[in-house]
């Protein structure tokens, strides 16, 4: 039953739609061999029928009026405030600014549209390259999964059966490592490039309005962890102190948002929604598949030879993701290979919460690597140039971002110290 996943390969390669190419391949092994087609609605059903999964849409919906509602212009306008004075001081913002807006929106491609539509303009207009530019923010975009909220740690977390509270604790430091990478870079490229920040540095009154100006926004992920780790309200109801707190600050307070917009964004967020809970429908009608034919313990048996040695275990696994990351979008590659890797993590005594880490740093990579690369479509887009054209400047930040995912993978302490914190 191999031949099913060579299948699903070849209809990745002629860039069928994820959704269709799991659906199809899980067919055709269903034909060969001879089930009842009972099962294709019965699993799809089973696949997306899970109360945290709620969160999804929830956060999805919270992200999309956190974005029409101001906030991204708000948190760019608190970043230049702080770091708009230094060496590469517009491509510092841009990440600090990415930094911020990862822990209200919770995805890549929210972050690189977001930013990236503001900051991108910005830069050209300032004498950055494009084609920096234009790799820096979906590079940045990348931290958008890590710290939380993430849906990825949801889906992660009902996978792995682990608490998303204690995931969402462990983004918090890989993230903000991704960060300071990214950062380093820009400005040690400022400095061979002569890109410099604004003349003068923000008087402590111009800081103060910054930080005024966007303190709901900075203030929502406390809001949301601080809830979830108190015991207040469960991740899945966070989905919804996520949407309300968006919805009053979008409305009432930055009033950027009104009511004839509103159908727009419930319409996007539904779009959005659907297509996530169709892929994971399909993926788990894959999963069953692969499961019965005991494919999962093929690869396993193959990957044990390893488990003597996590160090190896783990080297394996990341290169394996990494490549995944580059032809398969990262909610199809997380629900595949979760339950393919994750009992060999265990095994080799990786922490579950420290693996869901590793995985959601590796798969987050994978959106700016071609040609599966989303984020860098979204970034191309707004900068007007060609994917091909980036990859000079595009290959130092993923070596930095491959770096620290060596970090965090060896050093487990990076992703479990802030949950042990708070008695994880």
């Not at 509602?69 to 913002?93: C, E, P, W, Y």
């Not at 608490?163 to 400022?190: H, K, R």
């Amino acid at each position: 039953m191999f031949w099913v996943i060579g299948v699903l390969f070849i209809l990745f390669i002629l860039k069928v739609p994820i959704a269709f190419a799991l659906g199809i391949s899980t067919l055709l092994g269903i034909i060969v061999s001879d089930i009842d087609f009972i099962v294709i609605p019965q699993k799809i059903l089973s696949g997306v029928d899970s109360y945290a999964l709620i969160a999804v849409p929830l956060f999805i919906l919270a992200g999309e009026l956190m974005t029409q509602g101001g906030i991204s212009k708000r948190l760019v306008n608190f970043s230049q405030t702080l770091f708009g004075h230094m060496t590469s001081g517009l491509a510092i913002v841009a990440v600090v600014a990415s930094v911020f807006f990862s822990a209200v929106s919770g995805s890549a491609i929210a972050t690189t549209a977001a930013i990236g539509g503001m900051m991108i303009p910005a830069m050209l207009n300032s004498g950055y390259d494009k084609r920096f530019t234009a790799s820096l923010i979906p590079a940045a975009g990348t931290i958008g999964p890590i710290i939380p909220p993430s849906i990825i740690m949801i889906l992660y977390g009902v996978m792995a059966n682990v608490s998303i509270g204690d995931l969402f604790l462990a983004g918090f430091i890989p993230g903000i490592l991704m960060g300071v990478g990214l950062i380093a870079y820009a400005y040690i490229i400022g400095k061979k490039r002569g890109y410099k920040g604004r003349d003068t540095v923000a008087s402590p009154k111009e800081m103060l309005v910054g930080l005024k100006d966007a303190i709901l926004a900075l203030l929502m992920p406390f809001i949301i962890i601080g809830g979830i780790v108190g015991g207040i309200f469960t991740p899945t109801e966070s989905g919804v102190v996520a949407v309300v707190y968006a919805l009053i600050i979008g409305m009432f307070v930055y009033k950027e948002i009104n009511l004839k917009s509103l159908p727009k964004i419930f319409y996007d967020s539904a779009m959005t929604t659907a297509g996530i809970l169709f892929i994971i429908g399909n993926a788990a009608l894959f999963t069953w598949l692969i499961t019965i034919n005991n494919i999962p313990q093929q690869v396993g048996e193959y990957l044990g030879t390893f488990t003597d040695s996590p160090f190896l275990l783990l080297l394996v696994m990341n290169i394996i993701l990494l490549i995944v990351g580059t032809f398969l979008d990262t909610m199809s590659a997380l629900i595949i290979f979760t339950p393919l890797m994750l009992p060999l993590a265990l095994a080799a005594g990786v922490d579950p919460i420290h693996f869901g880490i590793i995985m959601a740093v590796n798969l987050t990579i994978g959106m700016i690597t071609p040609p599966m690369g989303v984020c860098l479509f979204v970034s191309t887009a707004i900068a007007k140039i060609k994917m091909q054209n980036l990859m000079k400047d595009l290959v130092p930040m993923v070596i930095i971002l491959v770096v620290v995912l060596a970090v965090i993978t060896y050093i487990p302490e990076v992703s479990l110290i802030v949950p042990k914190l708070f008695g994880a």
